[in-house]
């Protein structure tokens, strides 16, 4: 059984900087790609970046030149470096990983910016 867990939130000032990580574990192979997605209070879960198999990344426009995404190094780790954080990056942040076989999420971790 696939299990996400992510780790790294918690409560900053706007303007500063947290370093989200996410592993996965119970798959002996790598996954396809793992993703960030986030969710804020009374809003639909929207995406925030990817690492694909490649090495490619995308990010969502509000994001770009701010979060970097990157693979662990630990196999199945997904870290997201935030920097500049402003108020509405306020949210709870979910890992997602995916294979060919399935898709997973975790449970999620809140960051919560401070104007």
């Known amino acids: 059984q696939v299990q996400l867990v992510e780790s790294g939130g918690g409560l900053v000032q706007a303007g500063g900087s947290l370093r989200l990580s996410c592993t996965a574990s119970?798959?002996?192979?790598?996954?396809?790609?793992m993703h960030w997605y986030r969710q804020a209070l009374g809003k639909e879960r929207e995406f925030v970046a990817n690492?694909?198999?490649?090495?490619?990344?995308n990010y969502d426009y509000s994001v770009k030149g701010r979060f970097t995404i990157s693979r662990g190094d630990a196999e199945n780790t997904v870290i997201l470096q935030m920097n500049s954080l402003k108020s509405e990056d306020t949210a709870a942040y979910y890992c997602?990983?995916?294979?060919?076989?399935?898709?997973?999420w975790g449970r999620g971790t809140q960051v919560t910016v401070s104007s």
């Open positions: 119970g798959s002996a192979f790598r996954a396809d790609s």
């Open positions: 690492i694909l198999s490649d090495g490619s990344t």
């Open positions: 997602k990983a995916t294979w060919h076989w399935g898709t997973y």
